[in-house]
Nanobody, 115 residues
Framework: QVQLVESGGGLVQAGGSLRLSCAAS????????MFWYRQAPGKQRRLVAG???????NYADSVKGRFTISRDNAKNTVYLQMNSLNPEDTAVYYC?????????WGKGTLVTVSS
């Protein structure tokens, strides 16, 4: 059974930083691409960052230069380091991966950035 568990969200002031973590189980983590999405109130869920098993990354334009996705295969964990946060980054952040043709999601962690 694939499980993704996010942590690290919280309330932060504009300009601050947070690091999100997503612990994965039930997959061969080192072989899976991992993704972070976010969903702001009243908006669609959107891709924030992705990291392939080979180490290639991609980012939404809105977070380039501020967010960094990384992984620790020994810990089956993917991270999202978020710097220079602004109120527009307020959202529920979800971890995602795909396995055997299926999408798997965590329950999300809330990030609130105050101005």
């Amino acid at each position: 059974q694939v499980q993704l568990v996010e942590s690290g969200g919280g309330l932060v002031q504009a300009g601050g930083s947070l690091r999100l973590s997503c612990a994965a189980s039930g997959i061969i983590f080192s072989s899976n691409a991992m993704f972070w999405y976010r969903q702001a109130p009243g908006k669609q869920r959107r891709l924030v960052a992705g990291l392939t098993s080979g180490g290639s990354t991609n980012y939404a334009d809105s977070v380039k230069g501020r967010f960094t996705i990384s992984r620790d295969n020994a810990k089956n964990t993917v991270y999202l380091q978020m710097n220079s946060l602004n109120p527009e980054d307020t959202a529920v952040y979800y971890c995602n991966t795909k396995s055997r043709g299926l999408d798997y999601w965590g329950k999300g962690t809330l990030v609130t950035v105050s101005s």
